[in-house]
């Protein structure tokens, strides 16, 4: 039973993709605060524990953040979500400098958390670095101890996109039917065993 459970959690992660497309659907509150939860176990270093959220559902304050984004950078604007497909909910993820620097190992842990939380209940996400943290701080209202790390854009998935193997380039690409490709290396190429010169 335990070999099952580890072979679906396995083929759950090799199954989850970034979404930038979302049914204009909205996420239980219950379900966001499940996330936030989530999170909060996340690994921190010395259990300090920098992070915390800000949760964003209401559309005015949405499509407010929204402006604050930039998506999909190496196929831009074409990986913008459209019109009627963007975000329905957006998880803000501070770092409480007065418990911690820099924190930002804990918020890749706990935004991880989030994620694979996310996608179990059929959401997608997308994780967004580029930010115009100085806009969304003052939206946000938040105090000058806490700074932005990233935002998790939520909603459920308008598109599937695919994996294909790592050739000559990293970039992802959307084909004529606009569907999304997405290039992995192959663990082959990333995996050594006790050296760095040893591979099987």
């Known amino acids: 039973m335990q070999q099952k459970s580890m072979n679906n959690l396995l083929d759950f992660i090799l199954k989850r993709r970034t979404i930038r497309r979302f049914q204009q659907k909205a996420i239980p509150c219950k379900i966001l605060k499940e996330l936030i939860d989530a999170a909060r176990f996340a690994p921190s270093a010395a259990n300090l524990q920098p992070c915390e ?29 459209p019109h009627g497909e963007t975000p329905i909910a957006y998880i803000v993820v501070l770092i409480n400098e007065k418990r911690g620097k820099p924190g930002i190992h804990d918020a890749a842990a706990a935004i991880e958390n989030m994620i694979l939380l996310a996608w ?3 959401i997608g996400s997308c994780w967004i670095g580029s930010v115009e943290r100085e806009k969304l701080v003052e939206i946000l209202k938040v105090p000058s101890h806490c700074r932005i790390d990233s935002v998790l854009a939520l909603g459920y998935p308008l598109e599937i996109p695919v994996v294909e193997e790592l050739t000559d380039s990293i970039k992802y690409w959307k084909d004529k039917d606009g569907t999304l490709h997405v290039p992995k290396r192959k663990l082959e190429d990333i995996l050594y065993w006790q050296k760095y010169e040893n591979k099987k």
Request: charged share 20%.
């Open 53 to 81: 959220y800000v949760v964003v559902d209401e559309k005015p304050m949405v499509d407010r953040v929204f402006e604050t984004l930039s998506w999909a950078g190496y196929i831009a604007p074409r990986g913008n979500p």
């Open 120 to 122: 179990a209940h059929g």
